[in-house]
């Protein structure tokens, strides 16, 4: 009998997926499917590539009983709010949601990208975690290129860990001056907003992290070398940009000598928090780190 036409029934009983446009580079099958199978959870990570028009449709059909939720990316992270009951007090403020829960026939929406970039920040040496597990940045002054989505976040992020000051620089101004002021509604610290990276100054123990596109489509940077040289030996680069996987700021930092690394670690613990948020299990995070190495 011929089986032209028809499919094969999944093996998989669950399903989740990455709804956004385009999708098909994207590294989180790579990164959750792996970790599925590692605790032998039978769901499927999916590409759900979505255009704005169909965005209503593709968040409704998660209601249905197989989904667990929904990763999402460009250009949806904003415009999913209103689509979905519930959304946590974080994503809220951050004006953006990646991560969609279904639980209990209602859809909730989260922002693990603030998480994700304080855990990344952590691994690499940076900080404390307190006794209720929240990481804290006290001391530190954090400097960050950008006033997008991500640097949404991660302004959100690096206020709630408690960093001494907030340094805000855009190519655009009212951006970045939008941002500040967003942020400065739930943190006590100063915030300064700049497009001039020439009016930057150096602070000791400085977290310069970069959320802006330049160098991953170009061998570029978004700091002159003259001004990333005025800061001190302490201060570490992080680049949220994962490929390519050197960009022009690592190689300006680490020629100086700076700690520096790329987004590969936020990827990874956005991923995790993703992971537990739908599953309620720890990630299984090694795996989901050589997974993501390979
Ligand atoms: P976005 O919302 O489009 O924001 C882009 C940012 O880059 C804006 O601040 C924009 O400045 C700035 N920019 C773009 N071109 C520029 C140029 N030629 N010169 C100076 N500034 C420029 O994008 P996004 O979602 O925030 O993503 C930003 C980066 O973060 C991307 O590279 C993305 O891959 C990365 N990312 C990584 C992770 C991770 O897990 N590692 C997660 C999220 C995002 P204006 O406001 O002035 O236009």
Redesign the pocket.
Known sequence: MSTKGKQRPSPYKLRVGLIGNPVAHSFSPRLQQPAFDALGISARYELWPTQDEQLLERVSSLCGKLYLGANVT?PHKQAVLPLLDKIDPLAESIGAVNTIVHQDDYLHGYNT?AP?LLHALHEHGLGEVDKDGNISLHGYTAVLL??????R?AAFGLASAGVKRLIIL???LE?AQRLAADVQQTYDGPVFSLSDPNFLLSHSSSIIIN????G?HEDAS?LPAEVLARFDADTFVYD???NPIQTHLLCQARAMGLNAAN??S??LH?GALAFTLWTGKPAPLAVMRSALMR
Do not use: E, F, K
């Not at 959320?211 to 330049?214: C, G, K, L």
């Open positions: 460009i990208d994700g950008g006033a997008g989505g991500a640097a976040g855009n190519r655009h951006r959320a802006t596109s330049v991953m978004p949220m940009i994962y987004g590969l936020m990827l956005q």
